[in-house]
């Protein structure tokens, strides 16, 4: 299966070198390029496709609103922000808007191919050290829900809150099996429960619902 995509830069020389990149593999193909945000948005209301590469700093309309506007669509496609900085305001805000990750600029090919290949596939991609400064970052922004829990937690096991908690303090799979004693399949088959009682879109979604309900891990 070909994993269509769509390049939104306002530098043509950037675009340029990602239609190469992509374009060498057997799997992805570019779709279709904008160069600012509002021209991304009227691009995939009239042809969607599987995967967006965001630039969040354009002229026009910025990346955060595309990536809102475009996850609005409903259509499926699924948006991932590049950055040049690790800790740029704006693509923290693009994940709440409803991005499935951020890669930096100067991440290896080979990281941003498989980033491509893992977003497209419905996962999100973010590291962990990542994980941990986004929740550093948006912690001051939310809400503060101590005794008043989304009515939809009440629906989560033990386990899967166990689960929750490990997830919004940033560990990988591995590492979650390793301390609550599981499979690791275990664990994916906890967060897909996760997923769908939480009417979360990717890991991303969990983290942002921990925290803002007030779940933890200490």
């Known amino acids: 299966m070909t994993i269509s995509v769509f390049l939104a830069d306002d530098q043509a020389l950037v675009r340029s070198g990602f239609r190469m990149l992509i374009e060498a593999e057997d799997d992805l193909v570019v779709v279709g390029e904008a160069a600012d945000g509002a021209a991304a948005v009227a691009a995939l209301k009239a042809r969607p496709c599987d995967v967006v590469l ?16 475009i996850v609005n669509l409903g259509l499926g496609t699924r948006v991932l922000v590049l950055t040049t900085f690790d800790l740029d305001e704006y693509a923290f805000a693009a994940l709440k808007a409803g991005a499935s990750g951020f890669l930096l600029k ?8 498989n980033a491509i290949r893992t977003v497209a596939a419905g996962d999100a ?8 400064r986004l929740l550093d970052h948006v912690r001051p922004t939310l809400r503060a829900t101590t005794g008043e829990q989304d009515a939809r937690l009440a629906l989560l096991t033990d386990r899967e809150r166990e689960v929750l908690e490990r997830i919004a303090a940033g560990d990988t799979n591995a590492e979650i099996a390793k301390g609550l004693y599981m499979a690791e399949g275990t664990v994916k088959t906890h967060i897909g429960r996760l997923l769908s009682k939480l009417q979360c ?3 991303v979604g969990l983290v942002l619902v921990a925290f803002d309900a007030g779940i933890v891990a200490h």
């Open 201 to 203: 879109r990717d890991r």
């Open 125 to 132: 991609v973010m590291a962990p050290s990542t994980t941990r």
């Open 54 to 69: 965001m630039d969040i700093r354009m002229p026009v309309m910025d990346g955060v609103e595309a990536t809102r506007q």
């Open 106 to 113: 100067d991440a290896r090919p080979g990281d941003l191919l």
